[in-house]
């Protein structure tokens, strides 16, 4: 599975739109790019997954370039709640390989 | 609801006993995960299983033991717990729906050997 490397904190206004980049220089054909969120003392929570130009759900969009070898999680106007940590993973769609988790990315959000 | 539940939520216990931590999933999934957080760490993985009978090692399987005897329950055993395993624990499980293949958690076990 492909390393990825993100930002280790990150600080936002309360209703700014924050952008989490992560790179992926050496991510396979069939790796797909999945973010998940942690709050403390909870286990982590799928956002959302992407293979590549942009995905969007309710929570969050996902951008990857064609060369997909760096993507963005951009979460818009962030608010206290959103306060938590972003992981970003390189997994094989089919779910054969179990995901490895970095440290992610701390996000902190000031009113 | 499907749902995920570890238990216990806290658990202390002291060094050189045995300790079994529960998960159990009503999602009907075929796979299954435990990991380990400590700070400084992130999350790792201790084992997994993807369907009953099944289990295989993660990167940090030493001390740890998992069964699979059905489809909803993974209990982890430490077979003598020392301080070094003094962390919180996360299980979980995973499938794919529609186009998405994702991981759900449960909620953790702290657990403290003294």
């Known amino acids: 599975l492909a390393k990825t490397t993100q930002p280790i904190s990150m600080d936002s206004y309360e209703g700014q739109e924050v952008n989490i980049t992560c790179s992926h220089n050496?991510?396979?054909?069939?790796?797909?790019i999945t973010w998940y969120q942690q709050f403390p003392s909870q286990g982590p929570r799928f956002i959302i997954q992407g293979y590549k130009t942009k995905v969007t759900n309710e929570v969050a969009s996902l951008f990857i370039p064609a060369d997909r070898k760096s993507s963005t999680l951009s979460l818009p106007r962030v608010s206290l709640s959103d306060t938590a940590v972003y992981y970003c993973l390189a997994s094989l769609d089919s779910g054969n390989t179990p995901l490895v988790f970095g440290k992610g990315t701390r996000l902190s959000v000031i009113a | 609801d499907a749902e995920i539940t570890q238990s216990p939520r806290h658990k202390i216990t002291e060094t050189g006993r045995q300790v079994t931590l529960a998960c159990h999933q009503t999602w009907n999934h075929n796979n299954m995960f435990w990991y380990r957080q400590d700070l400084g760490h992130g999350l790792r993985l201790i084992h997994y299983?993807?369907?009953?009978?099944?289990?295989n090692k993660g990167e940090v399987s030493d001390g740890y033991s998992v069964s699979r005897s059905n489809t909803e329950d993974l209990p982890l055993t430490l077979e003598s717990a020392a301080s070094s395993q003094t962390s919180v624990y996360f299980c979980a499980s995973s499938a794919r729906q529609g186009d998405i293949y994702g991981y759900t958690f449960g909620s953790g076990t702290r657990l403290t050997v003294v």
């Open positions: 050496n991510i396979a054909t069939n790796d797909y």
């Open positions: 299983s993807y369907g009953v009978q099944d289990t």
